[in-house]
């Protein structure tokens, strides 16, 4: 009893650091996952996990205004900003709810807010408001953390309908493109002497003609493609921004794309922690729990208190984007994502082995938590990748 009392005083402590409207959202979506995901509704969402993207569960959060976080209510969405996406975020991977086209959806409509034109926001916002899903892609067969060396090109040909561009390359990691609306394609538009100029933002439908996606099979179903683009025709309005200017708006992204990694990881670390913390109380060895003894109870300490330093670093940081959405946040981005990933598959290491040999059977799910958080140390820029930024900006 006293121990359950310590952890809700500490989590209401935590959570008056956020706005009435903010612990308001908390409150429903955790009462939404706990009615909707009960009973293995998240294995019938998901086909049995093969698909971790359920277009039923997103037009159920676009419903009530979940999905539309972040976009203006000009566009039918709910406004907001990164601090309420991140809760939204930790919230619903907390839960495991099959909603993995939310990430890519919500990396392209901060791009959107910042450099896409009155017709592109008033078209692609207003589906993902109504629960649509968007993606994007970078990496390439043969780039990856050097995303500045895309080769995927787009040339600009006039048509009767006028411009349009002509889009050839492959691609690969695409996360959600099978089910997205419009896949968000970096591409070269031209040659320069540097390699981070003459790069693009393309916006291409899912339906163009000349664009093949096929699965990349994962340990976690189907949360990534491999795209062929081979004269992909789109109107020249497809452009986002300025021709030339990608990669610029790319680095603007990247802290969008980190801080939103950030709380959908530590969502997952959450829940790892959650599972394990259960299991070490109720499973008894040498006639009590296993949780009674020290070595565990002195994992669960750590990782409690790691779990509570990320937390404030990570809605830190979503603060400070809210407060300049077009200031860039190297280091601070980083670190978050650099924390909140690395701390997932701790949690699912130390949770695996907390669990002893049940932590290794798929039906206890720690295995599957560990395999999303590998992933999650990876796309996004790895963590070796986050290190190197954090230590660029301490003049390294």
């Not at 050839?168 to 493109?177: D, L, T, V």
């Not at 009590?288 to 790691?306: I, K, M, N, W, Y």
Request: charged share 20%.
């Amino acid at each position: 009893m006293f121990a359950a009392m310590l952890d809700t005083s500490l989590a209401d402590h935590v959570n008056r650091t956020l706005s009435t409207e903010q612990q308001q959202i908390l409150a429903d979506l955790r009462a939404y996952c706990t009615e909707r995901l009960r009973d293995g509704a998240t294995a019938e969402l998901t086909r049995g996990y093969t698909e971790p993207h359920s277009e039923t569960m997103a037009r159920e959060l676009a419903e009530r205004g979940w999905w539309g976080l972040m976009i203006d209510p000009r566009y039918g969405g709910a406004g907001g900003g990164f601090s309420d996406v991140g809760i939204f975020l930790e919230e619903t991977f907390r839960a495991q709810a099959p909603i993995a086209g939310y990430v890519p959806t919500f990396i392209v409509v901060a791009a959107l807010n910042a450099f896409g034109t009155e017709a592109q926001c008033q078209e692609l916002l207003g589906a993902v408001a109504a629960g649509g899903v968007l993606a994007i892609s970078i990496t390439e067969p043969l780039v990856g953390s050097d995303a500045a060396s895309v080769t995927t090109s787009a040339r600009q040909e006039d048509s009767r309908d006028g411009p349009v561009w002509v889009i050839n390359g492959e691609k690969r990691w695409c996360s959600s493109a099978h089910v997205a609306s419009h896949i968000l394609v970096i591409c070269r538009t031209s040659e320069e002497s540097d390699r981070h100029h003459g790069l693009s933002m393309i916006f291409v439908p899912r339906e163009s003609e000349g664009l093949e996606i096929t699965a990349i099979e994962t340990p976690i179903g189907r949360v990534s493609n491999e795209l062929v683009l081979r004269d992909v025709r789109v109107p020249g309005d497809a452009l986002l921004g300025t021709a030339g200017n990608g990669w610029v708006q790319t680095v603007a992204g990247l802290n969008a794309e980190r801080v939103i990694l950030a709380a959908s990881s530590l969502g997952l670390a959450q829940r790892a922690f959650d599972d394990a913390l259960a299991y070490v109380q109720e499973r008894k060895q040498f006639g009590r729990p296993v949780g009674s003894f020290q070595s565990q109870q002195h994992r669960f300490a750590d990782l409690a208190t790691e779990l509570l330093k990320t937390r404030l670093l990570v809605r830190w940081v979503a603060g400070l984007v809210d407060e300049d959405p077009a200031r860039l946040l190297p280091r601070e981005a980083s670190m978050a994502k650099l924390a909140a990933t690395e701390l997932a598959k701790r949690c699912a290491l130390e949770g695996l082995q907390a669990m002893g040999a049940n932590g290794y059977d798929t039906q206890y799910g720690m295995v599957r938590h560990l395999q999303a958080a590998l992933g999650a140390t990876l796309y996004g820029g790895t963590s070796e990748i986050q290190r190197n930024i954090i230590a660029k900006t301490l003049g390294l």
